[in-house]
C-alpha cells in the first residue's frame, strides 16, 4: 500500500475544504431553514394582524352606523314633571343588563315655556359590541321621551387568535335629555327657568317641535 505524508500545503488546502463543506452543510440544512421559518412566522403574524385590523374597521363602520341611527331622534311619551325616579328606574333596567362600571351625572332640569329638560351624561363600558348595540337601541326606544345627543366610544383591549377577533372591550360615553311638561305637574320645585338655551337653541327646538307636543 502506497504510503505518503501530506505536505504542509496539502494539509491547509484539505482543512479549507472542509470548512467550507461544513458551512455549506450549515447554510443549506440549518440557516436556510430556519430563514424559512421565520419568514413564515412573519407572514402569519402579519396576516393575524391584518384580520385584527379588518375586523376592528368592520366593527368601527358598524357602531358609527348605530350612533347615527340613534343620535338625534325624539321618542317617548312626554311625561308631567318630576318624572325623574321613573327615568331612573328604566335606565338601570337597560345598564345593568349590558354594561359595567355605570357612572351617571344629571343636570338640573331647566323649564322653557312648559317643556322641562334633564340632562344626564352616562359613562359605562360594555364586553361587546353586540352590547353597546343594545344599550343604544333600548335608550333610542325608551318610554319616556328622551333625545340621544351625544356619544363617543373608544376600544378597549384585544385579543386574536388565529387571526379571528376573539373578544373587544368598549367604553362609552353618552348624553341624554329627557323632556317633560310642566302642564298637570303638582309641584314645580327644582326647576331653574332657563330661555336662553346654550345647549338647543331656538331655531333647534323649532325644528324639534314635534317632540314637545
Known sequence: MLKREFTMKEKILILVAAVLALGLLYYNF??????????????????????VEQSKA????QMQQIIEESVGKVKGDL?????????????????DEDTQNV???????????????????????TASYENFKNVLRKMSEMKYRCLIRNVTVSDGDSRASNGLQMSSDINASISVTFFET???????????????DTDLSDSELAQRAHAYE
Not at 368592520?58 to 363602520?61: G, P
Not at 357612572?103 to 359613562?123: A, E, H
Open 182 to 196: 310642566t302642564e298637570g305637574a303638582t309641584s314645580l320645585a327644582g326647576l331653574t327657568i332657563d330661555n336662553a
Open 58 to 61: 368592520m366593527r368601527i363602520s
Open 103 to 125: 357612572s351617571v351625572n344629571w343636570s338640573d332640569p331647566v323649564l322653557n315655556g312648559t317643556i322641562v329638560r334633564r340632562d344626564v351624561n352616562i359613562t359605562f363600558h
Open 30 to 51: 440549518v440557516y436556510k431553514f430556519f430563514q424559512n421559518q421565520m419568514a413564515l412566522y412573519d407572514t402569519a403574524a402579519l396576516e393575524d394582524e391584518l384580520m
Open 79 to 95: 311625561s308631567v314633571y318630576n318624572n325623574q325616579s321613573s327615568e331612573i328606574i328604566e335606565m338601570g333596567t337597560i345598564f
